[in-house]
């Protein structure tokens, strides 16, 4: 099932996004956290005309964990556009790991405020986003999968050059309205293999990305198990995966985006997350 965050006249609450309409769940009224903690079936109940799509876990137990440099060529693009800080590797040894904080998550439909960036240097980054459904700490690579709930889209919006400016990440995409999230969460069941994913990205109608989930360098059981080695993962947290080739800045020169600007992102089974900047 495709599980939403929406809101009409009653409030917002969960519910199951069928083709284009939002149906509300067959039982009581509660938030995305509060039913994935409860680890009940979604049962779906009768269509909500009107209603708005919101960001699926609007606000995570922590910060969105978030994966640099984790498809091969990316990192290599990344590497060569004078905006990576100085690392020492073009692909890391290890899981390059940042966070965004809540206040950067908005809903598909909203608008990505481009003035949150005064240097010019916004860019996008399709994602595949982990949501976790039972947590823990120390969770093998074997037994990962056993603990995700479902799969989101994420646009890692990045002001480049107050990234490079900061060396650390945080500052560059932690941004207000800087982390795009939705439709929607697949849930794991429909995903019995998510490397058989794809992720595919537009920018006002012309395609910049397109790779398989299996193109990712540190596959999600390997996230899994490096991040909650000993950071204790909660239900409802969400680890977007990193990004494929094509961003801005992988461009000679560089294109940035601008008002006006509409990026689509869409993933297997997930739907569209669609963004225009403003």
Not at 51 to 67: Q, S
């Amino acid at each position: 099932m495709r599980m939403v965050t929406f809101s009409d006249a009653r409030g917002s609450r969960v519910g199951v996004l069928d083709g284009d309409m939002v149906h509300e769940l067959a039982g009581p009224a509660q938030d995305m956290l509060g039913f994935i903690a409860a680890g009940r079936l979604a049962v779906k109940g009768a269509a909500v005309p009107g209603a708005k799509l919101l960001a699926p876990i609007p606000r995570p137990p922590k910060n969105v964990f978030c994966v640099g440099k984790n498809y091969h060529e990316h990192a290599r693009e990344f590497a060569g556009s004078g905006f990576d800080g100085g690392a020492a590797n073009v692909v890391p040894p290890f899981p390059v790991v940042f966070s965004k904080p809540h206040t950067s998550i908005i809903a598909t439909g909203e608008d990505i405020l481009a003035d949150m960036d005064p240097t010019g240097g916004l860019d996008f980054e399709g994602e595949l986003a982990i949501v976790i459904g039972r947590g823990g700490r120390g969770i093998s690579r074997a037994d990962a999968l056993a603990h995700v709930f479902g799969y989101t889209i994420v646009n890692d919006v990045t002001a480049r050059h107050l990234q490079k400016r900061h060396s650390q990440w945080v500052l560059g995409k932690g941004l207000d309205t800087f982390c795009p999230m939705g439709p929607a969460i697949l849930t794991a069941d429909e995903v019995p293999d998510p490397a058989m994913l794809e992720l595919t990205t537009w920018v006002n109608g012309q395609q910049r990305q397109h790779a398989p989930i299996a193109d990712l360098i540190f596959d999600i059981p390997t996230l899994i198990e490096a991040i909650s080695a000993a950071i204790t993962l909660e239900p409802g947290d969400v680890i977007a995966t990193g990004t494929p080739a094509g961003v801005g800045i992988g461009q000679n020169p560089p294109v940035f985006m601008k008002k006006g600007d509409v990026v689509r992102i869409a993933v297997t089974g997930i739907g569209v997350l669609e963004n225009t900047v403003a």
